[in-house]
Nanobody, 118 residues
Framework: QVQLMESGGGLVQPGGSLRLSCAAS????????MGWYRQAPGKQRELVAG???????NYAVSVKGRFTISRDNAKNTVYLQMNSLRPEDTAVYYC????????????WGQGTQVTVSS
C-alpha cells in the first residue's frame, strides 16, 4: 500500500509563492501519472496539474503560467511550485497517484491547506 504525504501548505499573501511536496512511500515509477488536485469550500475537487512517468505535464487553465509541477524520481517526490498566488487559489491541495494497472484505484494524500489572504 503506497502512502502519499503532502507538505508545504500555509498562509501566504496575494502575489506570494509556495512550494508543495508530495513524498511517496514507494517508487513513483509505479504510477503512470501523478497530480495535484484542490478543493475549495463548497466546490468540487478539481485537477490543478499532472505529470506523467515521462514528465509530460498538463495544467488547469486557471493556473497555467503561474504553477509548475515537477518530479524528482530519486526522491520519489512530486512538487508543485505556485507563484503569483491569488485568493481564489485558496483550497486544500491533494496529491494523487494513478497506477499503471487498468481499473486500480487511485491513491490520495491527506491534503494540505493553502490560504491566500492579506
Amino acid at each position: 500500500q503506497v502512502q502519499l504525504m503532502e507538505s508545504g501548505g500555509g498562509l501566504v499573501q496575494p502575489g506570494g509563492s509556495l512550494r508543495l511536496s508530495c513524498a511517496a512511500s514507494g517508487s513513483i515509477f509505479s504510477f503512470k501519472s501523478m497530480g495535484w488536485y484542490r478543493q475549495a469550500p463548497g466546490k468540487q475537487r478539481e485537477l490543478v496539474a499532472g505529470i506523467t512517468s515521462l514528465s509530460r505535464t498538463n495544467y488547469a487553465v486557471s493556473v497555467k503560467g503561474r504553477f509548475t509541477i515537477s518530479r524528482d524520481n530519486a526522491k520519489n517526490t512530486v512538487y508543485l511550485q505556485m507563484n503569483s498566488l491569488r485568493p481564489e487559489d485558496t483550497a486544500v491541495y491533494y496529491c494523487n497517484a494513478d497506477p499503471w494497472r487498468i481499473g486500480a484505484p487511485k491513491y490520495w494524500g491527506q491534503g494540505t491547506q493553502v490560504t491566500v489572504s492579506s
